[in-house]
């Protein structure tokens, strides 16, 4: 499973958006290098778990996690 996450600027619809777009390009990106689409799902949390508040915090929100689906 890929987390898509954002920073908390911009609304919320765009920042689920924005994860969503994050997130398939980081699938494509794998599938393209033989992962099986089949076993790669995104999940956009938007800014949903946003706290930073200075510019260095804030880049480090704007990511996508794996995680094992079991």
Same mark, same amino acid.
């Given at each position: 499973? @890929? =987390?898509?996450?954002?920073?908390? &600027?911009? *609304?919320?619809?765009?920042?689920? %958006? %924005? +994860?969503? $777009?994050?997130?398939? $390009?980081?699938?494509? /990106? @794998?599938?393209? #290098? ?5 076993? &790669?799902? &995104? ?7 946003? *706290?930073? +508040? +200075? ?5 480090? =929100?704007? $990511? &996508? #996690?794996? /995680? $094992?689906?079991?």
């Amino acid at each position: 499973m @890929l =987390e898509a996450h954002a920073d908390s &600027v911009g *609304t919320e619809e765009y920042n689920i %958006l %924005l +994860t969503e $777009k994050r997130g398939q $390009k980081v699938k494509d /990106f @794998l599938v393209e #290098k033989g992962v099986s689409a089949d076993n &790669v799902r &995104v999940v956009a949390k938007g800014s949903l778990e946003a *706290t930073a +508040t +200075t510019e260095s915090e804030m880049a480090k =929100e704007r $990511k &996508v #996690k794996f /995680f $094992k689906e079991e």
